[in-house]
Nanobody, 122 residues
């Protein structure tokens, strides 16, 4: 079974930048679409960004469009999320996920990482 592990989370001030990475093992990475989701306390897990198997199709939530960039390196079994112009409302646990197709729905992803905390302060 595929396993995912996120890294790169931490605390930054508003307007700063942070880069999250996710490394996969136990599966054929290039067979999966990859997504990033986030969940703040008391809120549902929400879609952030996703990228197709070959990186041709990319989609973002409207709340992060123009600020975040998703990318993947299939040779390294890794997907990244570059986050710029961070806002306090971006504070959440960020999760890496693998699925069959690019989707906004959490049920479309079969494998999930344990999450990485991102905190943006004022």
């Amino acid at each position: 079974q595929a396993q995912l592990v996120e890294s790169g989370g931490g605390s930054v001030q508003a307007g700063g930048s942070l880069r999250l990475s996710c490394v996969a093992s136990g599966g054929i990475f290039s067979n999966y679409a990859m997504g990033w989701f986030r969940q703040a306390p008391g809120k549902e897990r929400e879609f952030v960004a996703a990228i197709s198997r070959r990186g041709i199709t990319i989609d973002y939530a409207q709340s992060v469009k123009g600020r975040f960039t998703i990318s993947r390196d299939n040779a390294k079994n890794a997907v990244s999320l570059q986050m710029n112009s961070l806002k306090p409302e971006d504070t959440a646990v960020y999760y890496c996920a693998a699925g069959s197709v690019v989707s906004y729905d959490v049920v479309s992803y079969a494998f999930w990482g344990p999450g990485s905390q991102v905190t943006v302060s004022t």
